[in-house]
């Protein structure tokens, strides 16, 4: 089998062959194209670069291509690039990962003029046009509309970037409305992939997850107690400030409550800092202030998948705030190592989680419920570990990586 993989980032494995050095696995991706190797599959990976391609092996090769200036716009060279980039490998079937940057409809169109449509899938990860909707849930309309110098300088206030969301969402619903196959997991994916596009083939195929979070097992003996982990607090959609409104009444019960989070801290001091500040980040900032939160929220800044992994196991807690997701790696990741978890009921996420069996579901933007379910975690002690097991137990099987290998594979048959 010939496959052309169309990715929005580079595979770890790639990036240590550009870059000369190990770059370690550093998504999901690299674990499905590592058993698509060992299956003898012949794959080239079309990523986003400055326009290197390399040869891993006989079976795998890659090339990198002018990634737009913007998500929502499109780059006049990409279709040129894929439609040579068909002709010149000839696959049988083409893979786009997620269909949320344009160079996904550039692929689509270039597939179209030579009649590979039909031997074309995209797997949906998110929907921006979708997370648009949702994107200022739970924020004053004054933050909404306000710039910082970093967002007047981008022109990249709250309200723009929902915009731009909204934007991309329309390149998203071209792609999907001229394709025939998409690829998805979940309820709430296959709905939106139908409303777009009510002649769309669905293939339904779960996710294989990162390597290192199939062994290792959370105890309660073994985490932090009343510590919460979070694993972003990028954008307003991620939910971070309902987290943080949830945090001040726990810790009304739980002093000692913290939450732990990924990325750099938005209460750094200092001119430099207050002029890279975006309007969100600011008022996460104003909101830890307010609750006096700040010696309760924990920044572990960029993390490995280990560095990751051990996060999760020394946390009392997962915690899922979004406004809207699909199916959350990161949630899935905690569920493989059996971390107690309570989220949002947004998007496919009561898909993969049994609300009262594997873990606790909220109402989303509620964040009176998220404080009322995370104390119930916290007073559970040893037992939150029942929950654990059976998420484990589910996810085991949702992230099986050789099911989901001879899925995949099947679905490419049926696209030859």
């Known amino acids: 089998m010939k496959l052309l993989w169309l990715c929005n980032n580079q595979p770890g494995v790639i990036r240590s062959h550009i870059e000369g050095r190990e770059a370690g696995a550093v998504n999901w991706m690299d674990h499905v194209l590592d058993d698509l190797r060992r299956e003898g599959v012949t794959i080239r990976v079309l990523c986003p670069g400055d326009g290197q391609s390399g040869q891993l092996d006989d079976g795998c090769s890659y090339a990198t291509f ?59 990860q998110g929907l921006c046009g979708v997370y648009a909707g949702h994107y200022c849930e739970g924020l004053p309309d004054r933050i909404v509309r306000r710039y910082t110098f970093r967002d007047f300088l981008r022109q990249d206030n709250i309200r723009q970037q929902q915009k731009k969301f909204a934007l991309r969402g329309e390149n998203e619903r071209k792609a999907i409305g001229k394709l025939e196959h998409v690829i998805g997991r979940t309820l709430w994916d296959r709905a939106c992939a139908e409303n777009m596009n009510p002649q769309i083939h669905y293939h339904f195929c779960n996710e294989t997850l990162r390597e290192p979070f199939y062994e290792g097992q ?181 992230h099986d990586p050789q099911t989901n290998l001879e899925t995949l594979l099947a679905i490419y048959n049926s696209l030859i």
């Open 66 to 124: 002018p990634a737009a200036k913007k998500p929502h716009e499109c780059n006049p060279e990409q279709v040129p690039f894929f439609r040579e980039q068909i002709r010149s490998f000839a696959p049988e079937v083409i893979h786009i990962w997620g269909v949320e940057y344009s160079h996904a409809l550039a692929m689509a169109n270039a597939a179209q003029e030579l009649g590979m449509l039909s031997h074309t899938a995209a797997s949906i």
């Open 218 to 398: 959370w105890c309660y003996d073994g985490c932090r107690k009343h510590q919460i982990f979070a694993s972003s607090k990028l954008y307003s959609v991620k939910g971070f400030h309902y987290l943080l409104e949830a945090l001040a009444q726990l810790k009304k019960t739980y002093p000692d409550a913290r939450a732990c989070v990924t990325g750099d801290s938005y209460m750094t001091q200092g001119l430099r800092a207050a002029i890279r500040r975006d309007s969100y980040a600011k008022y996460l900032r104003e909101l830890t202030r307010k609750h006096h939160l700040e010696d309760s929220i924990i920044f572990l800044g960029s993390l490995s998948a280990q560095q990751m992994k051990e996060a999760f196991l020394e946390a009392n807690v997962y915690v899922l705030p979004s406004t809207i997701e699909n199916s959350p790696n990161s949630m899935g990741e905690a569920m493989l190592l059996g971390v107690p978890v309570v989220a949002a009921s947004v998007g496919g996420v009561a898909d993969l989680l049994r609300h009262g069996e594997e873990g606790l579901l909220y109402p989303p933007t509620s964040p009176y419920m998220l404080a009322s379910l995370i104390s119930r975690v916290f007073q559970m002690g040893e037992a939150a570990a029942t929950y654990g097991q059976k998420a484990r137990d589910h996810a085991l099987q949702t």
